[in-house]
């Protein structure tokens, strides 16, 4: 066991040498025209060598350190600590969520300015994420394209404001129906996949996305993108310095305060604040009625659910249809608040990110994937002084998080329901 | 009620239902027996609509069912349990019952959403429902549990109850005593009896535990090797030269 054990260490650790070695241990440099390979300094060698040794110490006493960190207590007590009543805990719930909220809405007055662009982005990260906690944490769907309706939707809106001049409320549920349409779509072909033949072909339809935004120059300008996207209004109101569009006024000037332009980016975090808030609860409710059952019904056992009479392509299509809608309402904010918006945005790493936000925050629970939607947003911005390594420090939080709490930040919890007895 | 006449079954050269014919009447308990591997399940299958029998036709209530989408059979009112358990673990009890209630719920979305006095009416209906069938199964107490965590007879009540929520015209019941101990197979041999007395339900039942076909089915059919062997009623099974043979072998 011993000499097995030893020898796995050891063989990590010369694994780990023969990967960072040739990528950190030499060096192209250019002298004159030709490009000379030159070893690094001893500082950057000697710096491999001890990964080299951790790897293998770590390794060595792989079973003792996991041990240690499962001892450590969990910082998230399990519900079951004391059984409050059902009801009771359901209202306290309730207070409390309702209190973040309205903590929400004045929180940006007292703030910076950047905070509050990055609570935008937090809030379109959430209204993503619980769109896809539909499909795959619900429906059991695993759609790694999600990224194309996000797409979608700004791409909706980026266009028809370019081509029509159409407005940011106006847009809103144009570019959302539009996701959902081609979430319809998407729905389609792949009714009868599960599991990996859906993520691979869902992979491809997100490609298939970007590819055709990249290429289609003449309506989308490809990789250049769209730019000149308007802000979105209040009544008529515009939050510019000076009124752009005839007919509108300009905030400012009604309300009679100076202008700033703090006001655009605190006005886009509270449209966006109330879309998220408004994606939660609609979805909130749908996890309450036969549909939301119908999803889950279909992730535990397709084969019980069609024999009560459930209709797979009902279920299926809905579930994608209803995550697409959300992430085209994101994806109207996202241009809006951008500015411009190229296929850049929407590579497959933000599928990524938003699957991991789901998985993260725990299938199915809302609240979860809420809480992880901040953490997966905020915590490479906190990591900004560490540069380069700070997307190092985001993937051992996660494979931590993964040890620790697999099951997710907050697992889903079952809706309880009284029932009175039946004579 | 339910007609099966000559339903033929092949997967490639294997014939594994060949010419076999049922009929149910209404307010009947009808066996299907047989050694394993005989076609039973393969049967029930076809009739449910998870296999397209390749000949052969399917009548139920005079309307011609075979190669119907599984989910559009369970509607007319045929439900099935499984041979292996089936519930949707991770959800509740009751869940497990008010999924089951699907098509009898106001699933229109807008309704859903806005809670409308309609949409709540038939919401508490499927509810009262799901809480009176709990009862009737002995569930009731549990009903907010995860349906994985139950004992493995309380999944299987749980099952026929969520079949009931439905309400089915015919239940078909494959292998329901599988693993279960005597005393709850005689409490599954009242609850069966009790649903065609009281419910008005038809069974067909697929089963190995011969006490509990001989004491409950109005007629049994034997199937061996996809061919059908032998009908009739208890009494004339027990005494029929062919069964004894293909179930004791010959002397």
């Known amino acids: ?423 | 009620m339910l007609e099966v006449q000559n339903l033929s079954m092949r997967f490639g050269g294997l014939l594994a239902v060949d010419e076999v014919s049922l009929d149910i009447q209404e307010h009947e308990i009808v066996s299907i027996i047989g050694p394993n591997g005989a076609g039973k399940t393969t049967v029930f299958n076809c009739m449910s609509g998870f296999y397209k029998p390749t000949g052969g036709k399917i009548l139920f209530e005079g309307k011609e069912v075979q190669g119907k989408p599984d989910y559009k059979i369970s509607r007319l009112g045929m439900v099935r349990t499984f041979q292996h358990v089936r519930l949707f673990s991770q959800m509740t009890v009751v869940e497990n019952l008010l999924v089951a209630q699907h098509r009898h719920l106001n699933t229109n979305l807008i309704s859903g959403l806005i809670k409308t006095p309609n949409y709540r009416t038939k919401e508490q209906k499927s509810l009262d429902r799901a809480a009176y069938w709990l009862d009737r199964v002995g569930l009731l107490d549990l009903a907010n549990r995860e349906a994985g965590n139950l004992a493995y007879g309380q999944q299987r009540r749980l099952e026929i109850a969520r079949c009931m929520v439905t309400e089915p015209k015919l239940l078909m019941l494959d292998e329901p005593a599988a693993g279960l101990n005597p005393a709850e197979t005689k409490e599954l041999n009242q609850l069966i009896v009790s649903l065609k007395e009281d419910y008005n339900v038809s069974v067909v039942l697929i089963e190995h535990d011969m006490s509990l076909v001989m004491d409950i089915s109005d007629r049994i059919n034997v199937i061996n090797q996809g061919r059908p062997l032998a009908s009739g009623t208890p009494e004339e099974i027990r005494q029929n030269d062919d069964v004894i043979k293909a179930y004791l072998g010959e002397a």
């Not at chain 1, 020898?7 to 025209?33: K, M």
């Not at chain 1, 960190?69 to 998230?76: A, E, G, I, T």
């Not at chain 1, 599928?351 to 953490?375: D, K, R, Y």
């Open chain 1, 1 to 423: 066991m011993a000499a097995n054990n030893f020898r796995h260490a050891l063989f990590c650790a010369i694994i780990t040498l023969i990967i960072s070695y040739p990528i950190i241990g030499f060096n192209l440099e250019a002298q004159g025209i030709n490009v000379m390979l030159t070893g690094a300094d001893t500082g950057t060698v000697v710096m491999v060598l001890l990964a080299a040794v951790m790897v293998f110490l770590f390794q060595l006493f792989r079973e003792q350190i996991m041990g240690a960190l499962r001892s450590v207590p969990n910082p998230l007590p399990q519900s079951s600590k004391e059984p409050m009543a059902e009801n009771r805990r359901a209202k306290i719930e309730s207070w409390v969520l309702t209190g973040i909220v309205i903590l929400a809405l004045f929180w940006p007055f007292f703030v910076s300015r950047g905070s509050v662009d990055l609570a935008t982005l937090v809030l379109i990260y959430v209204m993503l994420a619980l769109g896809l906690n539909v499909v795959v944490g619900l429906a059991g769907l695993l759609d790694l394209g999600y990224v194309a309706f996000y797409a979608v939707g700004a791409y909706t809106f980026a266009l028809l404001s370019q081509y029509t001049g159409i407005s940011f409320w106006l847009a809103l549920p144009i570019g959302a129906l539009l996701a959902a349409l081609f979430g319809l779509v998407l729905g389609f072909p792949v009714l009868r996949l599960r599991g990996d033949y859906l993520a691979i072909v869902t992979l491809g339809f997100g490609e298939i996305i970007r590819i055709l935004l990249n290429n289609w120059t003449t309506l989308t300008g490809g990789p250049n993108g769209i730019g000149g996207i308007p802000d979105p209004t209040l009544f008529g109101m515009e939050f510019g310095r000076r009124v752009k569009e005839e007919g509108n006024t300009s905030f400012h000037e009604t309300f009679g305060i100076a202008y700033s332009g703090e006001h655009k980016v605190i006005f886009l975090y509270l449209i966006a604040l109330v879309l998220a808030v408004f994606t939660a609860l609609v979805i909130r409710r749908f996890m309450r009625m036969p549909v939301g059952r119908a999803w889950e019904a279909l992730r535990e056992d397709e084969i019980a659910a069609r024999s009560l009479g459930l209709s797979r392509t009902a279920v299926k299509l809905s579930a994608f249809t209803i995550g697409a809608f959300f992430a085209g309402f994101a994806g109207t904010v996202f241009a809006s608040k951008q500015g411009f918006i190229s296929p850049e945005s929407f590579v497959f790493l933000e599928s990524a990110i938003i699957l991991a936000i789901v998985v993260l925050g725990g299938m199915g629970s809302q609240i979860g994937v809420v809480l992880a939607a901040i953490a997966v947003t905020i915590l490479p911005e906190l990591a900004r002084e560490f540069s380069e390594y700070r997307m190092l420090i985001f993937g051992a939080a996660m494979v931590l998080m993964m040890v620790w709490r697999p099951q997710g930040l907050m697992p889903m919890r079952r809706i309880h329901i009284e029932l009175k007895k039946q004579e």
